[in-house]
């Protein structure tokens, strides 16, 4: 599946250093096309997937939707975890601290912060074994 996402924000400068931080945690690359009201990131429209952040096309105020989120795959929990800590790092709040859940499956190690703008983020890592990475 090929696909991009878009979220709004409301100062461009401020969520290109929160996305910089996050994405380079991802090694996920500043794609082509960047201009004065967009960025993104992620690999070639061709071969993959992109994420961008704009300024609303409507004029109006961009805000995050409520049960709205975007969540980015990794190889491990450590990963997680460096996400999380750069997007507080870089303006974000949290939303979930890293770790497991009850509700979910016992090896599905998770983490969720929202953007400077509000826009709800997750990274997980499926496969944790706790004995194998006990955490920072």
Not at 44 to 50: F, K, L, R, S, W
Not at 71 to 95: E, N
Not at 103 to 117: G, H
Request: hydrophobic share 30%; with cysteine; glycine share 12%.
């Amino acid at each position: 599946m090929r696909l991009y996402a878009t979220y709004g924000t409301n100062d461009l400068s401020r969520a290109i250093k929160f996305y910089n931080a996050i994405f380079s945690v991802l090694e996920l690359p500043r794609l082509p096309g960047w201009t004065k009201d967009r960025a993104g990131w992620g690999t070639e429209p061709d071969d993959g997937t992109g994420f961008w952040i704009c300024t609303p096309f409507d004029g109006n105020p961009a805000n995050g939707g409520n049960g709205t989120m975007i969540a980015f795959p990794t190889q491990s929990a450590a990963t997680v975890r460096k996400f999380y800590a750069a997007g507080l790092a870089h303006g974000g709040t949290d939303a979930g601290a890293p770790g497991t859940r009850d509700y979910y499956a016992p090896d599905f190690y998770v983490t969720y912060l929202r953007d400077p703008d509000g826009n709800k983020l997750s990274c997980f890592h499926y496969h944790y074994d706790p004995a194998r990475d006990p955490g920072d």
